[in-house]
Each structure stands twice: as structure tokens, then as C-alpha cells.
């Protein structure tokens, strides 16, 4: 199957810094990329699509300017969270499709995000 | 068994027994259904999916369900192995909206 790669697997920093955290394909070209957050023993929650070429469309209550998303390019896109606070801290999920709608989503190994 | 957990409820079946894990999805519009598997510290994994014209799909191992006027799903896993055990979420997209929108999750344990 298609490959979703996140970069770093995981990452600690310290509050108030801010953190990229990148998610490629590597075996195919993906317009459309989602990044969801996952809190221990909980579901994942989807926090924003991201459109190469276009912003990104944040789902309600996520805020667009403490999570940056930039798809530069149609096998990567990258979510900043900026000014990060021990809340932050969380396990950073993206996925991407290989063909348009309705198609198969592939996802990545997760991003572990400590924030001390 | 089947007990709730703080978070996730966890299923409890024999090692080489039937698994059904269950699940109901919130909007009637959704047209695209899957079902994920995610070990601990990983990515989910796609397991199987079904449209919406479809109430029985199979693979290897695994049966999936769909009942839409009740809006459930459920997904069978025969002879289950320990290498079953892991977190089973199920997701629903709509073709329109395109994006995938996860249930709650439900922990597979398997007993030796």
C-alpha cells in the first residue's frame, strides 16, 4: 500500500517554543492531506485539512493560528504548533489519500509531542 | 466481555474465538465507512471499508457490517489471534465533505 511518513516520530520541547512537524508521501501525490490529534485512550480527533496550494480548512474549535498547516507541495505538508504549552502535548496523526474522494486514506506513524 | 473503560471500552475474547466489535457513527449522511486498527504508539491501519449502497463486505478474517437505519456498523474478526489485539476505531466519511471522522474506539484483548 501507499506510504505516509511523519518526521520526527517523536519530539519534547520546551513551552513557548514552537515545533514542525512534517508528513510526506512517498509513493504518491497527495492533494489532500488531514492532521488529527489524539489524547491517551481517546479517538482521533480531526483538526484540519490540508489543501495543496490553498489554506487549510481547521474544523471547529481548532485554532488556526496556534496550528499552522502549509502543503507546499503534493507530497508534503507540515503542521507548526506554535507557542506550544504542556496541553499541546499529544500524539500528532496525519494521513493523506491516494486518489480523490471516497478513496483510500493512508496514515503516518504519529508524531509524539511532549511539551515541558 | 465487554466493559467501559474511562476512555475506551475494552472487549475481552478467547484466543482462536470470534471477535464482533461494534459501533454506531453519527451522521446519516455519511456515505463511506472503515474500520481502523492501531497498536499502541502507532498510526491507524486500515483494516476494511464499505459503501453505503453495500450492508456486507468481506475480507480476510474480517466481515463488515453495516445497518443504516439503525446507523451501526460492526465488524467481525474470526478466529482471533494475539496479534488481533490492538485498538479498533471505526470511521465515517462523506463523499462531499471529504474527510474521515473517527468513532470512539473500542480495546480488543485477547485472552490465551
Known amino acids: 500500500g501507499a506510504v505516509v511518513s511523519q518526521h520526527p516520530s517523536w519530539v519534547i520541547c520546551k513551552s513557548g517554543t514552537s515545533v514542525k512537524i512534517e508528513c510526506r508521501s512517498l509513493d504518491f501525490q497527495a492533494t489532500t492531506m488531514f492532521w488529527y490529534r489524539q489524547f491517551p485512550k481517546q479517538s482521533l480527533m480531526l483538526m484540519a485539512t490540508?489543501?495543496?496550494?490553498?489554506?487549510?480548512?481547521?474544523e471547529q474549535g481548532v485554532e488556526k493560528d496556534k496550528f499552522l498547516i502549509n502543503h507546499a507541495s503534493l507530497t508534503l505538508s507540515t503542521l507548526t504548533v506554535t507557542s506550544a504549552h504542556p496541553e499541546d502535548s499529544s500524539f500528532y496523526i496525519c494521513s493523506a489519500r491516494v486518489g480523490g474522494q471516497g478513496s483510500e486514506a493512508f496514515f503516518g506513524q504519529g508524531t509524539r509531542l511532549t511539551v515541558v | 466481555g465487554e466493559s467501559v473503560g474511562l476512555h475506551l471500552p475494552t472487549l475481552s475474547v478467547q484466543e482462536g474465538d470470534n471477535s464482533i466489535i461494534n459501533c454506531a457513527y453519527s451522521?446519516?449522511?455519511?456515505?463511506?465507512f472503515i474500520w481502523y486498527k492501531q497498536e499502541s504508539g502507532k498510526g491507524p491501519q486500515f483494516i476494511i471499508d464499505i459503501r453505503s449502497n453495500m450492508d456486507k463486505r468481506q475480507g480476510q478474517r474480517v466481515t463488515v457490517l453495516l445497518n443504516k437505519t439503525v446507523k451501526h456498523l460492526s465488524l467481525q474478526i474470526a478466529a482471533t489471534q494475539p496479534g488481533d489485539s490492538a485498538v479498533y476505531f471505526c470511521?465515517?466519511?462523506?463523499?462531499?465533505?471529504?474527510?474521515?471522522?473517527f468513532g470512539k474506539g473500542t480495546r480488543l484483548h485477547i485472552l490465551p
Open positions: 451522521n446519516s449522511a455519511s456515505d463511506y
Open positions: 470511521a465515517e466519511a462523506h463523499e462531499i465533505e471529504d474527510k474521515i471522522i
Open positions: 490540508s489543501n495543496e496550494g490553498s489554506k487549510a480548512t481547521y
